[in-house]
């Protein structure tokens, strides 16, 4: 799961939503409800309150300095706030905290981000001198409180204070890969990045002041040096601490040091990691000499860490047993491929059952049994790991952690659980998309019809592990009882994807039950994006994005949604993004195909009025979406400025080619790579006929092609220990946008890349549904390729298996979105995108995203220089008569 998800699923059941929306009645501290003094303000922002003194005080907040954090538990956190409440507003200081008990909970989880961990309130002192009287006074007054050590920041004596350099008021500038990031301005006055890894940094034109060098000299003399084991490798970092491999310096022997930071990395019982550690020490300890654990070697303390050392146990976790044994991932598998890993699979699953049944035999539960919890050598043997959530079996209650996709219902207890989650196993060794349970677990049965359409699965076995799923749910099917023919869709949906246009009619209907025009945050759900800088505006997912599809796929009008969008931007808010598929740039481009020309022009006025040279070479919220979107507002209002203006974006762009094609893990692609820069080279080629914007296209997706791997499933994006072949981060998205190039000018070594991304695009199984990073994407690429004739079989492939995603949202057909624990309306993950992909492979309107309008437009055939476009959409687009 990646970070950051895991506090969204807790706002609604359905649909990510806001961590503060969890609870219908949430508990503030009583220093959030406080009457303040007078001229003081308030501001939410995320997951923080934050407090504005009056400006008549003289304490204007500078942009950058020495903040203090102050750090707090679940216990002390009420006094903490209190405290600082009251310090800070007796001196005027700027300052901001969180305001509820259950979002600190969220920021010190498991799987909070590290860099965060631990920062309960912050104060903006106005220079060193107040930095220094703060720490002094607020230090005495906090004495001997304890909370999470904060890992970007030095410690102040031994109480809960810390101090960092960095940003007090966001701004922003490009890092290296050309990403705008959080920044702080240097001694010439340049912005730069504003690093906020969980360690220590000074700026190097930043000097520590020297009543902070005894605190930097405490942390410095903490290390593991005096330890009899010598750290060779970090193999995972958590909020509660890392895990390492290491050498026992006494005897030689390899060794895994598992660490934990006390008051961090809480599971929902409000267990930190220190006492989870302990837990695994006594469960290793049971367990010893069954053959299925790590052995338990030593229990250290390292200031105030603790540190497990166990057992190293060779082989490979399974998740990565299965990515590499998978036999899905080509076109074509080859049936010895499948009935291969089918054995292996279910040998492999018994062999996990007799492991669980091991640990069950003394009275232990596992409580989190996952593909990465599991480890499988090159002969079979198999033993489990991280037993940090393991309870005893007579008192076990409530499962506190799990992978969302094996986490157990509120219901199951004690060894249930792990019944729960061997069942879910089952499953994921054929379908890895288990996280749908999260949604509705009646979403088993379809699964594990699905995994019969492809596997020799034998139906009782898979029958068996859908009884334990729906147990103890009405209706569910006795083990041996599934139905003898596959069927396309899950139970509670009105109609399978493949069944056009009725499932482009039920998805519009999903469309619009899910609008919540009453809340001014979002419209549509979507992914947690969303609720980030753009307020639920933009194209990629937010509200623009819904009425692009809308309009795209000719459904009718979306009167409320327009007027929302409307009286969100009629005075957008100052952070709002700038860009295309993050942005204005989008909203105003699709306002003005909806016909609201004049809204579209304030907001371009609005862009034009901030920093947009400064944006990176991105096509999701850079420089390119702006060039593309002026140039197309230049045409359609005859305005020669903005046209003007255009040309001059793609000057700064070309400057910077040389300094992006050079960076060092630079990301690719459509959405993140230079393939958006060489889009918007093509489309200005188009309108002006400059035959050098061909060639910097042409070079810019060269420079994405050097980041491509070639693999046994054609060409992806490489990423270090991942490849993508997605539509927007991945090979996809470059072969779009070479398929347009070839429109125009012919080129064989471009023709053998798409060839090969073609190959990517034509897998059995992708991991989820969306359009920039799942199979609807992939879907989209083989529909819009010239002369797709070939590949038609490959399409309604891919247009079947949209049914393995397949959920009910109020008896209409919706999609899950990124990550797959709720569902998603939005355009980049969810039910939008992937009725724009089943629209351009069904429903003959040639429905495309903006600016990259089916290839048959721009001339037809890869290698035909005929025929250019002069609009940002298809003239044949319901949108050219609502101009």
């Not at 371009?604 to 901030?610: P, Q």
């Not at 890349?753 to 083989?782: D, E, F, K, M, N």
């Not at 290839?855 to 101009?883: I, K, V």
Request: proline content about 7%; some cysteine.
């Amino acid at each position: 799961m990646e970070k950051g998800y895991e506090a969204f699923v807790l706002g609604d059941s359905c649909f990510y939503d806001r961590p503060d929306r969890a609870s219908a009645t949430p508990v503030s501290y009583a220093a959030a409800e406080r009457p303040l003094p007078e001229g003081w303000q308030t501001t939410v922002f995320g997951d923080w309150l934050a407090f504005h003194p009056p400006a008549a005080a003289g304490c204007r907040k500078p942009f950058q300095g020495w903040k203090v954090h102050v750090s707090a538990t679940q216990h002390n956190a009420e006094k903490v706030a209190s405290t600082v409440w009251t310090y800070c507003t007796e001196r005027a200081v700027a300052f901001k905290f969180v305001p509820r008990p259950h979002l600190w909970h969220l920021r010190n989880s498991k799987y909070a981000a590290r860099h965060g961990s631990g920062k309960f309130a912050t104060l903006y002192p106005a220079d060193e001198r107040q930095l220094h009287t703060v720490l002094t006074e607020l230090g005495s007054l906090l004495e001997g409180e304890p909370g999470p050590y904060v890992l970007t920041d030095l410690r102040w004596g031994d109480g809960p204070l810390y101090v960092r350099y960095g940003a007090f008021t966001l701004r922003y500038c490009l890092d290296e890969s050309g990403v705008r990031v959080p920044a702080v301005e240097n001694r010439e006055g340049t912005l730069v990045p504003d690093r906020r890894t969980p360690s220590f940094r000074v700026p190097a034109w930043v000097e520590l002041p020297a009543f902070l060098e005894p605190a930097l000299a405490a942390r410095n003399a903490v290390t593991t040096a005096g330890l009899p084991y010598r750290i060779d490798q970090a193999l995972h970092y958590s909020n509660g601490g890392g895990v390492y491999t290491a050498t026992d310096t006494r005897t030689g022997d390899k060794v895994v040091l598992k660490e934990a930071r006390p008051h961090a990395g809480l599971a929902a019982d409000g267990a930190d990691a220190v006492t989870r550690l302990a837990r695994e020490r006594n469960a290793l300890q049971r367990l010893d000499g069954l053959g299925v654990a790590p052995g338990f070697r030593d229990w250290l303390v390292v200031g105030d860490h603790r540190f497990l050392v166990m057992e190293f146990l060779p082989g490979t976790p399974l998740n990565e047993c299965l990515a590499r044994r998978f036999p899905l991932y080509g076109p074509a598998p080859a049936p010895a491929d499948v009935a291969g890993y089918t054995a292996w699979a279910m040998d492999i699953h018994q062999r996990v059952e007799r492991a669980v049944r091991a640990v069950h035999s003394r009275g232990l539960v596992f409580h989190d049994l996952h593909l990465f919890n599991i480890m499988v050598t090159d002969d079979g043997t198999t033993r489990l790991l991280d037993f940090e959530a393991a309870s005893d079996a007579a008192t076990s209650g409530r499962q506190t952690m799990a992978s969302p996709a094996f986490a157990a219902p509120p219901d199951r207890r004690g060894v249930a659980v792990d019944r729960y989650a061997l069942a879910c196993l089952r499953l994921a060794l054929f379908m890895p998309m288990t996280s749908l349970l999260a949604i509705d677990r009646t979403k088993a049965v379809s699964l594990a019809r699905a995994i019969t359409e492809v596997f020799p699965v034998p139906r009782e076995w898979l029958a068996e592990a859908v009884a334990e799923i729906l147990r103890p749910a009405a209706g569910a099917p006795s083990a041996g009882h599934l139905p003898a023919q596959p069927v396309q869709h899950d139970p509670g949906t009105t109609v399978p994807p493949a069944d056009w246009p009725r499932s482009r009619d039920s998805m519009v209907r999903a469309l619009l039950a899910s609008a919540t025009p009453h809340r001014g945050d979002r419209l549509h759900p979507g992914d947690i994006a969303q609720f980030g800088d753009g307020g639920g505006l933009g194209l990629a997912h937010g509200a623009a994005g819904v009425l692009y599809v809308l309009d795209e796929v000719g459904a009718p009008r979306h009167e409320a949604g327009e007027r929302w969008l409307l009286e969100r931007t009629e005075a957008p808010k100052p952070t709002t993004p700038l860009g295309l598929y993050d942005g204005l740039s989008g909203v105003a481009y699709v306002l003005d195909r909806l016909g609201y020309r004049d809204r579209a022009l304030e907001l371009i006025d609005r862009i034009l009025h901030a920093p947009w040279e400064q944006l990176g070479t991105d096509l999701h919220g850079g420089l390119p979406g702006i060039v593309v979107v002026l140039s197309d507002f230049a045409r359609s209002a005859a305005d020669s400025t903005l046209e003007g203006l255009a040309l001059k974006g793609a000057d700064i762009l070309a400057d910077r080619l040389s300094q992006y094609e050079s960076t060092p893990h630079r990301r690719a692609g459509l959405m993140r790579g230079l393939t958006g820069t060489a889009l918007a080279f093509l489309r200005l080629h188009e309108h002006t006929g400059d035959t050098r914007l061909l060639d910097l296209a042409r070079r810019a997706l060269a420079s994405d092609l050097d980041r491509c791997v070639s693999t046994d499933h054609g060409l992806h994006v490489g990423e270090g220990r991942r490849s993508l072949p997605y539509l927007g981060d991945g090979s996809a998205g470059i072969g779009m946008v070479i398929d347009d190039y070839l429109a125009h000018r012919a080129d064989d070594d471009l023709l053998r890349a798409r060839s090969a991304i073609l190959t990517a695009a034509r897998s059995t199984y992708y991991a989820q549904p969306g359009l920039c990073q799942g199979r609807a994407g992939l879907l989209h690429h083989l529909a819009r390729t010239p002369g797709n004739e070939h590949l038609r079989a490959d399409i309604d492939s891919h247009v079947h298996r949209m049914h393995w995603y397949a959920m009910s949202y109020r008896g209409h057909l919706a999609f899950p979105g990124h990550q797959m624990m709720r569902l998603s309306m939005d355009l980049a993950t969810g039910t939008a995108g992937v009725l724009l992909a089943l629209d351009s492979a069904l429903g003959g309107r040639r429905s495309a995203l903006p600016f990259l309008p089916s290839p048959a437009l721009l001339g037809g055939t890869p290698g035909n220089t005929a025929g250019t476009r002069t609009t940002g959409h298809p003239p044949c687009s319901p949108a050219t008569t609502r101009r």
